[in-house]
C-alpha cells in the first residue's frame, strides 16, 4: 500500500507547527485531582439490550438534521427505532423570515408550530412517506406532573417519536432560558404553547425537574444508543460583532441553548446510570459538535452531504407550501438551498466530540481478540469466543466515562486503558470536572484500581475543553500519553518503566481537531500527528515537529509507522501525501493497521483494503463511528459498535469484494 515516509515528508518545505463564562458553569478555581474515587472494577457480567433504540436530545428543531446526520439516518435506514427530544420550543423571536418576507409580524407560538410541521415533514419523507403524511398526536405524562406533546409515525416497522418539551427559549427578563436554567440556582423557567398543540397549560420548571423528565425518557424508552450535543465546546475567542453573527455564545464555539441542553442530557445520563438497579443500563453515547463545524475543515463529501442537506429542504419548505397546518409548513429561515448556501457551513460536516475508535482491541497469545469499549458510562471488556463472535461485556467500572477510551500495552502484554471522566456535572454554580483516568491490567482478566491521572489544565473551566486521551508504548518501555488540551494543542504525561509517571507538560503546537494518533515510526521513535486548519500537524515527545507543507486534512489521520492516510476536506478521496494515489473513496476517517486500512464508504458501511483491494463483510454490521482494526496473527480484523449497544466483530475471510 503506497504512503509516505517521514524523509518523504521532510523533503519539500517547511509545515507551519503553528474566558469567560461556558453556559455550562461559572469559572471555578483549580479543580481537585478529583471529586470521587472513579467507580471500581466489578468484574461481573454487564447488562446487554434486548433491541436497539436510538434516543437523542436535542436543543432545538433542527440540531438532529445539522449535526447529527448522517449518523441518525443511517441507524434508522436499519430499522433503529428514533426518539427525538427537543428541550426548547424552538420560537427564538417568533419570526418566521423567508425569502420573500425578510420582516413577518412575531408570532412565537406559530414559528415553533411550524418548526414542528418542517420535523415532522422532514422525518416523513426519511421513513419513505409522502411529505405531508399525518402523524399521530398525543400528550404524555411524567411521575413529577409534567407533560409534553408527543408526535409518532410508523411505516414498514420503522418507528420515529418526537418528544417536545418545549421550554421557552428565553426567560422573562430576556436572558437564555436553558443555560440560566443549568447556570442560576432557584430559577424557574416557563413552557410555550406551540399553536395547535394538544398541551393546554402552561408549565414550570426548574433545574430538578428537567432533569428528572430525563431520566424518566431514559427509564422509559430504555436506548441502547443515546445521541447529545457538545457538553463542552472550544474555546473561541471572538469580538461581539461575531459572536452575534455566529450565535455563539461569548468565549466558546457554539450556541449557549445547545451546551446547557448538553450538560443537562449528560448529568442526566450519570443520574440514570448510577440509580438504575443491577448496574447500569446497556447503553452507548455519542457528542456531536455544533457551531464547531464553522470553525475546521469541512468533512463530507458531495455523495453525503447532499442526501443530509436534501432532509433539511422538507424542515425548512417555504410559505406556498400546503401542508395543512395554519400556523406554517416549516422554518422558512433554512428553506429551498440556504443550509448549502449558508457561509456558516453547518450542515457541511459531522464531527464529533469524542472521536476515535469505539473499541480499542488487544489480540491475546492465541490470536483472539479482546476489545474495551464505554458501556453504561463504565468500561467494559469483551473476549472473543471460539465461533468468532465476542462474548457478554464484563464491567470494568470507571465511570462516568466519556465514550472512547485509550490503550496500550506494556511489553510483557498487559494493557493500559485511559479514560475522560466527566468527574462531576453539576451546574447550579458548582464545578464542572474532568480528569484523565487510568486502569492496569495485572494478570488475566485481573485490574487494579482506576487511579486519577488528572488533567494537564489547572483551571476547571478550561479542564472541561481536554479531549480523548491516546498512548503509546515506546520500545524502551516507556508509556507515553498524550491530550488535546484547551488552547487545542497538546499536552503529555509519561510512565516511566518503574510505574511512575511525569508530571503534564504542555508540548505546544497546534492548533488541531481533536483525534491524536500517536505511532511508533520506522525510526522506531514515538510520534503524533493531528489535523489542523490547514495541514497536519506533527510532534514528538520533545515538542513540535514540523514536516512538509501537506494537503489540508478533514478529520483523524491514520498512520503505520511513518505511512500518512487522510481524506481532504469535502472529498470522498484518499490521500496518502508524497506516495501514489489510493483508490478508497468514502468519508471520515481511517485506521491504519500495517499493510490494511479500514473506514466507512459513502453509505457508512465499514470497507477493507489490502493491497488495492477493496472487501466488505458478507452482512455489513450497522456500525457507530470509529470502527478498530488490529493486524495479527490471524491476519486484519475490524471491530466496532452497532445501535444495539453490542459489539461487531470482522475477519475478512468472511468478506465480499
Not at 143 to 168: C, I, K, P, W
Amino acid at each position: 500500500m503506497p504512503g509516505l515516509s517521514r524523509r518523504g515528508l521532510l523533503a519539500g518545505g517547511a509545515l507551519a507547527a503553528v474566558g469567560s463564562l461556558s453556559a455550562c458553569s461559572r469559572v471555578a478555581p483549580a479543580p481537585p485531582p478529583h471529586t470521587t474515587a472513579p467507580s471500581p472494577a466489578t468484574g461481573r457480567p454487564a447488562a446487554q439490550a434486548e433491541r436497539a433504540l436510538l434516543l437523542q436530545v436535542l436543543a432545538h428543531p433542527d440540531d438532529d438534521l445539522y449535526f447529527m446526520n448522517p449518523d441518525t439516518q443511517h441507524s434508522l435506514d436499519a430499522g433503529t427505532p428514533l426518539v427525538c427530544v427537543y428541550v426548547t420550543a424552538g420560537e427564538a423571536n417568533g419570526m418566521n423570515k423567508s425569502a420573500t418576507d425578510r420582516a413577518p409580524r412575531p408570532d412565537k407560538a406559530a414559528y415553533s408550530a411550524a418548526r414542528h410541521q418542517g420535523l415532522r415533514q422532514s422525518y416523513a419523507t426519511q421513513l419513505g412517506l409522502p411529505v405531508f403524511t399525518r402523524w399521530n398526536t398525543s400528550v404524555t405524562r411524567f411521575r413529577n406532573g409534567f407533560q409534553a406533546e408527543v408526535s409518532t409515525l410508523e411505516n414498514r416497522g420503522r418507528r420515529v417519536e418526537l418528544v417536545h418539551l418545549n421550554l421557552a427559549m428565553h426567560t422573562p427578563a430576556g436572558h437564555m432560558g436553558v443555560p440560566a436554567l443549568w447556570r442560576d440556582r432557584g430559577l424557574l423557567l416557563r413552557t410555550l404553547l406551540p399553536e395547535g398543540s394538544p398541551l393546554r397549560t402552561v408549565q414550570t420548571y426548574d433545574y430538578e425537574s428537567l432533569v428528572g423528565v430525563l431520566v424518566e425518557l431514559f427509564e422509559r424508552y430504555r436506548p441502547t444508543l443515546v445521541q447529545t450535543l457538545d457538553p463542552d465546546p472550544d474555546i473561541q475567542d471572538s469580538d461581539r460583532i461575531t459572536q452575534i453573527r455566529d450565535s455563539e455564545q461569548i468565549g466558546f464555539s457554539d450556541h449557549a441553548d445547545h451546551t446547557a441542553v448538553a450538560c443537562f442530557s449528560w448529568a442526566a445520563l450519570i443520574r440514570w446510570a448510577q440509580q438504575t438497579k443491577g448496574g447500569p443500563p446497556a447503553f452507548v453515547a455519542t457528542a456531536f459538535r455544533g457551531y464547531y463545524n464553522h470553525h475546521w475543515p469541512k468533512n463530507l463529501p458531495p455523495q453525503v452531504l447532499d442526501q443530509k442537506a436534501a432532509h433539511l429542504v422538507p424542515y425548512g419548505a417555504a410559505p406556498d407550501w400546503s401542508c395543512g397546518n395554519p400556523a406554517g409548513c416549516g422554518d422558512y429561515n433554512v428553506g429551498g438551498d440556504r443550509p448549502l448556501t449558508n457561509r456558516k457551513g453547518w450542515v457541511r460536516s459531522t464531527h464529533y466530540r469524542y472521536p476515535g475508535p469505539r473499541l480499542a482491541l488487544a489480540p491475546d497469545a492465541d490470536g483472539r481478540l479482546t476489545a474495551y469499549g464505554v458501556l453504561g458510562l463504565r468500561a467494559v471488556r469483551y473476549d472473543e469466543q471460539a465461533d468468532g463472535a465476542f462474548g457478554a461485556p464484563v464491567d470494568l467500572g470507571g465511570g462516568p466515562l466519556a465514550p472512547v477510551l485509550g490503550s496500550t500495552a506494556l511489553p510483557d502484554g498487559r494493557t493500559l486503558l485511559f479514560g475522560l471522566r466527566l468527574s462531576a456535572i453539576e451546574g447550579r454554580g458548582a464545578s464542572d470536572l474532568r480528569e484523565i483516568v487510568l486502569l492496569e491490567q495485572r494478570g488475566p482478566r485481573k485490574y487494579g484500581s482506576w487511579t486519577s491521572l488528572g488533567n494537564p489544565e489547572a483551571d476547571a473551566d478550561r479542564g472541561r475543553r481536554i479531549g480523548v486521551p491516546v498512548a503509546v508504548t515506546a520500545p524502551d518501555g516507556r508509556v507515553h500519553l498524550f491530550v488535546r488540551n484547551a488552547d487545542q494543542g497538546i499536552s503529555t504525561r509519561i510512565r516511566e518503566t518503574s510505574g511512575t509517571w511525569s508530571p503534564w507538560r504542555d508540548l505546544g503546537g497546534g492548533p488541531v481537531q481533536d483525534g491524536l494518533t500517536a505511532v511508533i515510526g520506522d525510526d522506531r521513535q514515538v510520534h503524533v500527528y493531528a489535523p489542523g486548519h490547514y495541514t497536519v500537524h506533527h510532534w514528538t515527545p520533545e515538542g513540535p515537529d514540523p514536516l512538509t507543507g501537506l494537503p489540508t486534512p478533514a478529520d483523524a489521520i491514520a498512520a503505520a509507522g511513518d505511512r500518512l492516510y487522510y481524506r481532504p476536506p469535502a472529498s470522498a478521496r484518499l490521500l496518502s501525501p508524497g506516495g501514489p494515489a489510493v483508490h478508497f473513496p468514502g468519508y471520515g476517517p481511517v485506521t491504519a493497521a500495517g499493510p490494511y486500512l479500514l473506514g466507512r464508504d459513502t453509505t457508512g458501511s465499514v470497507q477493507l483494503l489490502h493491497n488495492g483491494r477493496t472487501t466488505r463483510p458478507a452482512t455489513a454490521p450497522t456500525t457507530l463511528d470509529g470502527p478498530a482494526l488490529s493486524a495479527g496473527r490471524r491476519g486484519p480484523t475490524a471491530a466496532g459498535l452497532s445501535p444495539d449497544a453490542r459489539p461487531w466483530l470482522w475477519r475478512p475471510t468472511q468478506a465480499k469484494a
